[in-house]
Every structure is written in structure tokens, then in C-alpha cells.
Nanobody, 124 residues
Framework: QVQVVESGGGLAQAGGSLRLSCTAS????????MAWFRQPPGKEREAVSC????????YYPDSVKGRFTISRDNAKKTLYLQMNSLKPEDTAMYYC?????????????????WGQGTQVTVSS
């Protein structure tokens, strides 16, 4: 049974940093592309970053580019999201997602397994 579990959310001040972690079990982690999505209050879920299972470019939307960094440790079956220079508009529930092999696009419809989410709140 596949389980995806996020951790590391919490309260941060604007300009601060947080690091999210995501562990995935029940799957061969190194063969899965991974991603972070977020859903701000009252809004639709949106992509934050995607990282392929093999060497290749990562994806960031303009809203987080240069501030957020996605990385993965296949030995630990763990995905990370380093978030720096946080802004109040980064406040959202953050979700980790997995997809076998490559994703056609960094969109929620392309990912199969999802975690329950971890809340990130940024105060001004």
C-alpha cells in the first residue's frame, strides 16, 4: 500500500524559511517523479514544483522561482521543499504527490498518489 506523508509545515514570519519533507513508502521511490502542490484558502490547488525521477529539469512557477527549491534523496525515499523569503501569499495547505516515471506536465492531473497535506502559514 502506497503512503505519502508530508511534514515540516507550521507558522513562519514573512521573509523567513521553512523546509517541508515528504516520505513515500510502498513504492520504488527512485522510479517516481515527485511534486509539491499547494491550495491557498478559497482557491484551487496549484503546482509549486515538480522533479523528475531521473536527471532532468525541475519546474517552478514564477510565483516561487528563486525562492523555493525542490530536491530528493532516493536513499531516504524523501522529497524536500526548501522555502525561503516566504510571503503571506505562500500561506496554503501543501501537498506532496507521486507519479510513476515521467510526468507529461507539472499539473495535479498527472499525479497518482497524494499525501494529506501540511499547513504553512506565513504572517506579515
Amino acid at each position: 500500500q502506497v503512503q505519502v506523508v508530508e511534514s515540516g509545515g507550521g507558522l513562519a514570519q514573512a521573509g523567513g524559511s521553512l523546509r517541508l519533507s515528504c516520505t513515500a513508502s510502498g513504492l520504488t521511490f527512485e522510479t517516481y517523479s515527485m511534486a509539491w502542490f499547494r491550495q491557498p484558502p478559497g482557491k484551487e490547488r496549484e503546482a509549486v514544483s515538480c522533479i523528475p525521477y531521473t536527471d532532468g529539469p525541475t519546474y517552478y512557477p514564477d510565483s516561487v522561482k528563486g525562492r523555493f527549491t525542490i530536491s530528493r534523496d532516493n536513499a531516504k525515499k524523501t522529497l524536500y521543499l526548501q522555502m525561503n523569503s516566504l510571503k503571506p501569499e505562500d500561506t496554503a495547505m501543501y501537498y506532496c504527490a507521486a507519479r510513476y516515471r515521467l510526468y507529461p506536465t507539472c499539473h495535479e492531473s498527472a499525479f497518482t498518489y497524494w499525501g494529506q497535506g501540511t499547513q504553512v502559514t506565513v504572517s506579515s
